[in-house]
């Protein structure tokens, strides 16, 4: 499996493992068995031809509610990704993940620009399937078979073939997928995953080195863990005498844990 080395905002290096084109591929495969299924049981369990019936046959009424039937499949892998972060059912089951190429979680448009960039991944060639389709060129099964399965295949090649396993949506939005088995954790750098939406409230935290946060982070874990209420009395009064921090949490484990989060702030976003 390819790897990639990445160093992040606060000069820390995190090897990560590449996920490989046939896992992301198995992954496409169980999230297409999924949107079928569904396709399945809305057909099965609702009947479209009694509802074709009930609707007199308008035909407007009807394409009405086969578009809104398709909108689960066809936006999937955006919300998917969006909610389960980074990750669609099929990713999530093998244990891939969609990052940033600097190591954090994509922005909602990243996911986004990956999504819509699936017709090129996918369908380009799918397009001139229909194109040639609609000329009335029927009997070229040849041609429109190569067609059809290359546009599929588009995706798959440039996996295989770039650097970075990518396909040209990753490329774009800056993206790669990785395989979480062999992720290094958070735990073991001073990384903390914070939202997009996080609200500092320190902004002294800046004044601590990487050194410090990395001593501070393994200090208040391993006492958070034990009820170590001595050793958290202390660590909190040390980041108060360097940083001048006037605090504004009475429990110790909140106002650490707030100083982490802040100084990953202020650094991922300098």
Known sequence: MKTLQIKTAQNVNIKFTLAGVFQRLLAFIIDNIIKFTYLYLIFEFFEFSSLENALN??????????ALVLIPITFYSLYSE???NGQ???????HLKVINIEGYKPTTTDFIIRWFLRVIDFN????????????????????????FIFGKLVGFFLILFTNKSQRFGDIIANTIVI?????????QTILQEIKDTYKPTYPSVVKLSDNDVRIIKETFESSA??????????????????????????????????????????????
Do not use: P
């Open 57 to 66: 046959g308008d035909s407007w009424d009807i394409k009405a509610i086969e």
């Open 82 to 84: 969006i909610l389960l």
């Open 88 to 94: 669609t059912l099929g990713k999530k089951l093998l």
């Open 124 to 147: 380009i060639f799918s397009l001139l399937f229909v194109y040639v389709a609609s000329l009335g060129l029927t009997d070229e099964y040849i041609l429109l078979v190569l067609l």
């Open 179 to 187: 395989y979480l088995k062999d992720e290094v954790k958070f735990s």
């Open 225 to 270: 863990k034990f009820d170590d209420y001595s050793t958290l009395i202390k660590l909190r009064s040390k980041i108060l005498e360097v940083t001048q921090i006037q605090s504004l949490h009475k429990s110790d484990k909140e106002f650490i844990s707030t100083v982490l989060k802040d100084y990953n702030y202020y650094t991922q976003n300098m």
